[in-house]
């Protein structure tokens, strides 16, 4: 299983003509295929430099990218709008480290429960909406962020389509144990059109994929 998931693997990277070289750079900060979760922390004082609004429909006024992902987000927008006459709204895009840690805060006051907020909040440092890659994306701008979402025309859409402009839905319902985060259908993280094509192709959390990764590079050198 896992030779056979590594050949598909080296057959895609040969295919999207993603040179091993350059992935050293692309998993490090500032690269687009930066891993950040409960393992991988960012420090608090990490800010991108490249941050922007991305011209699109926006549900919050927090709805800043880096620059390559804003793009990417109004290709996204504007073909859901033209290929399937879906308006998406753009809720929330970078946060900063404090604005994790007031957001952590708050989930566990309300939910009186550590587990259960963990699992629907990054701690700060854990959240890759720090990174400026990760956007959460939703279909009327007053619903509710919920896993009622995936089942909407806009969010079967957004799965089917989200690696054509670059993006992979990051919280999969079958991926929890690894990410440690609940289903989140409307969560979308940036990691370039080469990458996210792979990722559909492959179907397993970015956990895995920069895993694989590495240990294709490792065995290289
Ligand atoms: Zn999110």
């Known amino acids: 299983m896992i ?28 690269g687009y295929l930066m891993l950040v979760n409960r393992d991988y922390r960012l420090p608090a004082e990490y800010v991108p430099e490249d941050l922007v609004y991305p011209q699109v429909k926006h549900s919050s006024s927090a709805y800043q990218m880096r620059s390559d992902a804003a793009a990417a987000l109004e290709e996204l927008f504007a073909a859901a709008k033209e290929e399937a006459g879906l308006t998406l709204y753009a809720h929330s895009g970078y946060r900063s480290y404090a ?27 854990a959240s890759e909406h720090q990174l400026g890659l ?26 089917e389509n989200a690696w054509r402009f670059g993006f992979i839905i990051r919280y999969k319902a079958e991926w929890t144990d690894i990410t440690t985060y609940a289903y989140e259908p409307w969560h979308v993280r940036y990691v370039g059109k080469e990458h996210a094509a792979i990722l559909q192709e492959l179907d397993i959390p970015l956990e895995y994929y920069v895993e694989m990764l590495r240990d294709t590079k490792g065995e290289q050198e």
Not at 3 to 30: H, K, N, Y
């Open 99 to 125: 604005t994790q840690r007031d957001i952590y805060q708050r989930k566990i006051r309300n939910t009186k429960n550590l587990e259960k907020a963990r699992l629907l909040v990054a701690d700060p440092g």
């Open 134 to 159: 990760a956007m959460d994306v939703k279909n009327k701008p007053n619903m509710a962020l919920n896993a009622a979402f995936g089942k909407t025309k806009e969010g079967l859409w957004l799965a």
């Open 3 to 30: 030779a056979q998931l590594t050949a598909l693997l080296m057959a895609l990277l040969t295919a999207f003509s993603v040179s091993l070289d350059t992935l050293a750079a692309q998993m490090a900060p500032e």
